[in-house]
């Protein structure tokens, strides 16, 4: 039964990840005018495909490369606002260990592997968010990968740093997750052809 129970807490705390950073990209969809509501956005149960739409697709084929930079990094930067500060309580705490506690140290962890899998695997293998990096300033791509490395760094501490009793099990669910996302998001950008701005048009 906790077995069980922690399944479900783990899911519900992927789930805020997966959520929140659709909300960052719908956030600065909306500073552009482009989305109505940046909380409507679409993440299913299974959390594959997940994306900020509905978008108005005519305003966001409008958008500049700069624009549509700030809405690339939006959800690595909901990722970092949410995973950094909450990784260094945690980490810096003496709490003990409770079923509160796991959801939060899983949802800090697994913000903090969504955020250095763009920055690290998907700058070099090229795909997902970073894609507008590229479009609009290459150059950026190496701090984004030097900061990803720290994320990551940051990362392995608190999986190091975890009760003893879950450390196999994030163990086990960083690597599919992160093989997951990566392969995933590199597949999906090959498939599909990318416009000027470097988004591919089915994520808009």
């Known amino acids: 039964m906790e077995i069980f129970i922690d399944l479900i807490v783990g899911y519900c705390a992927l789930y805020a990840v997966f959520w929140l950073h659709e909300v960052g990209h ?5 500073k552009y005018r482009c989305k109505k509501n940046p909380f409507r956005v679409h993440v299913p149960v299974h959390m594959f495909f997940s994306t900020p739409m509905p978008v108005d697709r005519e305003k966001a084929k409008n958008l500049s490369r700069k624009q549509n930079f700030h809405v690339g990094i939006g959800g690595m930067a ?9 990784a260094f309580i945690l980490l810096a705490g003496d709490f003990r260990p409770s079923i509160v506690y796991f959801f939060f140290y899983t949802f800090a962890l697994f913000h903090l592997v969504e955020a250095a899998s763009y920055m690290v695997i998907n700058n070099l293998l ?7 990096v590229q479009a609009y300033k290459p150059v ?16 392995a501490i608190m999986l190091v740093e975890s009760p003893s009793g879950w450390r196999a099990g994030y163990l086990a ?7 997951n996302m990566c392969t995933g998001r590199y597949l999906f950008a090959h498939k599909n052809k990318t416009n000027k701005t470097g988004r591919p048009e089915s994520e808009r």
């Open 126 to 132: 090229l795909a997902g968010d970073m894609l507008a």
């Open 78 to 86: 909901a990722n970092l606002l949410f995973g950094v500060p909450i």
């Open 26 to 30: 719908g956030l600065v969809y909306a």
């Open 173 to 179: 669910a960083v690597a599919v997750l992160t093989l």
């Open 140 to 155: 950026l791509r190496l701090p984004f990968f030097l900061a990803g490395l720290a994320v990551a760094a940051l990362a």
